[in-house]
């Protein structure tokens, strides 16, 4: 061990009723801690526990104690999120004065002011800011590191050594071994953080991102995504087609975004195979229709049960029947889709993730998958709905037809004979 962080409370509240010591008692039990410390060549960091909350005073007794005691750094929690930014900064300003050696901040988020708390410190001179992965931490959270990073590096232009473009990757490792789901309007990290369905935003966004979007989701391992709904407008839908290579006209456009804000005010979802359906009428165009369709699959599982899927598919108008098992019904079903795409037209699963959108136990479940074909090209898709295995099979339908008709576009287009399509 070469680095220890000590600390002992300094509000009068912890004081008394969790401590129950005097003010006197606390300061000499913080100074013999460091001393030992130092007396054995460590790094020691000293935190005066609910500092926003107590005496400056005897907060900067505290701390001038420590440091003369061999302390190397200071650190200023916000405990209970009590502080103002305007409140941290004339701390940390006034600490500054009063000691010589760096100093951290550590903001909890129980008023939401975690991160506004901890840039507030590092203008006035903080060195250091504690912060964690999706703002976890005890009760409303910690700083949130993705959120300090990103406010840093695009609003102070302050770089860090984080590699920014794997945060959404870490958040999402921390919500998966956590257990605890990044709710999906969180900044930076969230499903819709940089997700358009509004009209006026998906056409701003689409004329150029920064309209709506106040840094490039790539530059955090993200990607943007737009989607149909009762809210969409002719840009977004245009270009949601344009991803599976169809273009219609204005008229027909006109068409095919009233259809869909029909489905939306009826409370449907619309996806990607809606939307497609939805063209193919207005276009009546047969040949966009889904090449893969799934026309039923059963599941088996349960306790000393191999898990089973028995899917049913029809491809470009032959249809195949398979069965796989698997160590859940997922999987089971999954596999047998694979099964028969592989060997027709070699698509394979490459990531699969699943987030529940609302809590108990018929939680809308989202699923967002990635397939790949044989040439390396790599498809995106997603499905929602109350039963996971249904919305993971959908998913992994769509992106599979999402790859198959960028085939039939790419064969087309190199035959000259491309109507109707974008390339």
Sequence with gaps: ????????????????????MSREEALRKAVEAVEYCKAHGLYVEFSAEDATRSDREYLKQMYKAVVDAG???????????????KYIYSLITELKNTVRVPISIHCHDDFGLAVANSIAAVEAGAECAHVTINGLGERAGNASLEEFVM????????????NTKLLYETSKLVASLTGIIVQPNKAIVGENAFGHESGIHTHGVLSNPLCYEPISPELVG?????????????????????????????EQLRQIVARVKELGDKGKQVTDADLIAVASQVMNQQNLVEHVRLMDFVVTTGINVVPTAS??????????????????????ALKAI??????????????????????GSDALAEVSVKVEDGNGK????RATGEDIVVASVQAMINGINKIMMKRAVDKDSNRGEVQGYTV
């Design 151 to 162: 406010a840093l590096h695009c609003l102070y232009n302050k770089r860090t050594r984080i």
């Design 338 to 359: 694979q099964k028969i795409t592989d060997r027709i037209a070699s698509i394979r699963l490459s990531e699969f993730r699943l987030e529940a959108i609302s809590g």
């Design 71 to 85: 302390a190397d750094r200071i650190d200023v929690p916000d405990t209970v999120g009590y502080a103002t930014p």
């Design 222 to 250: 993200r990607k943007r995504w737009l989607e149909a709904g009762k809210h969409a407008g002719a840009h977004g839908i245009a270009a949601m087609l344009a991803e599976y290579g169809i273009k219609p006209d204005n």
């Design 1 to 20: 061990v070469r680095y220890v962080h000590t600390f002992i409370a300094t509000s009068d509240i912890h004081l008394q009723y969790k401590l129950k």
């Design 311 to 332: 899917v049913r598919l029809v491809i470009d108008g032959k249809e195949y029947i398979v069965a796989e098992t698997g160590v859940g019904p997922v999987d089971a």
């Design 378 to 381: 790599i498809s995106s898709a």
